[in-house]
Nanobody, 125 residues
């Protein structure tokens, strides 16, 4: 069983940076894809960035391309989200998730996958 724990959220001014971390514990041998998602108050959860373990393919939502970078450590048990040039519209609870339930792949994350508890990012103008 895999458990995920996010950290690194906080309050910053527009233009600032934050680096989120997601530590995966347990048996991660079957994980092939992980990602970051966010949910702002009153809005639906949206995908931010994803990464495939095999090959390292990275995917980004258009709203964060060029500003956010997703990465893994060598042990593939910690995922990061470097967020630069933050904007007020980036304010949300950020969650990491591991693709451990079918259907598989970045576009198919659902509530049956494994999710962390979230870390709050607040960007002021």
């Amino acid at each position: 069983q895999v458990q995920l724990a996010e950290s690194g959220g906080g309050s910053v001014q527009a233009g600032g940076s934050l680096n989120l971390s997601c530590v995966a514990s347990g048996d991660t041998s079957t994980v092939n894809c992980m990602g970051w998602f966010r949910q702002a108050p009153g809005k639906k959860r949206e995908a931010v960035a994803g990464i495939y373990f095999g090959g390292g393919r990275r995917l980004y939502d258009d709203s964060v391309k060029g500003r956010f970078t997703i990465s893994l450590n060598n042990a593939k048990n910690t995922m990061f989200l470097q967020m630069n040039d933050l904007k007020p519209e980036d304010t949300a609870m950020y969650y990491c998730a591991a693709d451990l339930s079918p259907p598989w792949g970045w576009g198919n994350f659902n509530d049956k996958d494994t999710w962390g508890q979230g870390t709050l990012v607040a960007v002021s103008s």
